[in-house]
């Protein structure tokens, strides 16, 4: 067994960033004060403010710093709005290329009273991380996406057999601690080899896993049976750009971003909690922001370290959030609008320290 100790880095992003962040970890904090879990929370700097103070969004040193840890909360970046310069850059798809974090966990859940279209959805899609058609992740140099003409734009994806196993191996471990069902969404009826060559590495890849059943779904059926029939799902695994939408589309069943937890984790013991949301300028500093998807991801950085690296505490304070946040949803007074609520970000966060300290 480890020493119940972790070293997590705290990077509160941009704009509801600056909110959520700290909610996450006051609430990770007292989880693990009532299972005598130490945590050594470390600040590091990241998005306009870095850009600000440092120059950069993504501070040099930033990444060296980061990987003497176990992992890392990050806010949302807003950085869309960042202003032309070279050191305003995206820092998301730098750190999961750095860190090789390229499962991107995310957990669907619907909860009673708070605005879901469906009772009983309990999924979670696996989305690959780090190629596809994002272009600013799948070369090396360059730009996946270019401009040989001025009426011309060429978009490349990249699917490559070791990121389809993988990312699969994730999901099908996943799915074998839940129920047992994993989908495979795809288009192969049009992406012949592209969606192809994932689906044959899918299938390789459950062959080490065999008491998990496995099916496939053509995405665009899988956008309409999210929408009808969302229990019939467990583990959902896909590619980059299809994970992208069906995840803000599953999202939108449960009551919104507000509603999506997420967690990038690769092949190491190390692990990045992030909620799959952005920084949501209108609403910053007014205290509307739901933490719930901040707070859940830390929730899920501390379970999975926690049964990674052998740390039980970290597994009994991940459980003891679990528990205290689902009785905060259930309190209309604590909640916030978003999911029929009349509270804010600090009672919701004050309410989840409650339920965990009481208990």
């Not at 092949?267 to 209108?282: I, K, R, V």
């Not at 991801?297 to 304070?317: E, K, N, Y």
């Not at 991940?318 to 007074?333: E, F, G, N, V, Y």
Request: charged content about 20%; hydrophobic content about 40%.
């Amino acid at each position: 067994m480890h020493d119940a100790s972790l070293v997590l880095g705290v990077l509160n992003g941009d704009d509801i960033g600056h909110e959520i962040v700290p909610a996450a970890v006051t609430v990770a904090s007292a989880a693990a004060a009532r299972h005598g879990l130490r945590i050594d929370w470390r600040p590091l700097p990241i998005g306009r403010r870095a850009l600000d103070s440092h120059g950069s969004t993504l501070p040099e040193g930033t990444l060296e710093t980061l990987a003497t840890m176990d992992g890392f909360v990050l806010g949302p970046i807003g950085h869309r709005d960042y202003p032309k310069g070279p050191g305003a850059i995206n820092p998301h798809p730098i750190m999961r290329k750095h860190f090789n974090l390229f499962a991107n966990v995310r957990p669907t859940r619907s909860y009673p009273g708070i605005g879901c279209l469906h009772d009983g959805v309990d999924l979670v899609i696996v989305r690959e991380n780090n190629e596809g058609f994002q272009p600013d992740r799948n070369v090396v140099a360059g730009s996946g996406e270019f401009r040989p003409t001025e009426d011309m734009t060429i978009s490349v994806r990249v699917i490559t057999r070791l990121g389809s196993n993988r990312v699969a191996r994730v999901a099908l471990a996943l799915a074998r601690s839940r129920r047992k069902l994993l989908t495979l969404v795809h288009k192969n009826t049009v992406f012949k080899l592209g969606c192809g060559m994932f689906v044959e590495e899918c299938y390789k890849a459950a062959r080490d896993f065999p008491d998990v059943t496995v099916n496939e779904v053509i995405v665009d059926t899988m956008a309409m049976r999210l929408v009808r029939d969302p229990q019939s799902f467990d583990v959902v695994v896909t590619t980059n750009m299809f994970g992208d939408i069906l995840t803000d589309e599953a999202a939108g069943l449960v009551g919104g971003l507000g509603m999506a937890p997420g967690l990038c984790i690769g092949d190491g013991d190390f692990a990045m909690a992030q909620a799959t949301h952005g920084s949501a300028p209108d609403i910053a500093g007014t205290g509307r922001a739901n933490p719930y998807a901040m707070i859940d991801s830390a929730r899920m950085l501390l379970d999975w370290l926690g049964r990674r690296r052998g740390i039980p505490q970290a597994v009994a304070a991940a459980d003891s959030m679990q528990r205290a946040i689902i009785a905060t949803l259930a309190d209309p007074k604590a909640r916030t609008g978003d999911i029929r609520g009349s509270g804010t970000t600090a009672t919701m966060t004050a309410e989840i320290v409650r339920g965990i300290e009481s208990t």
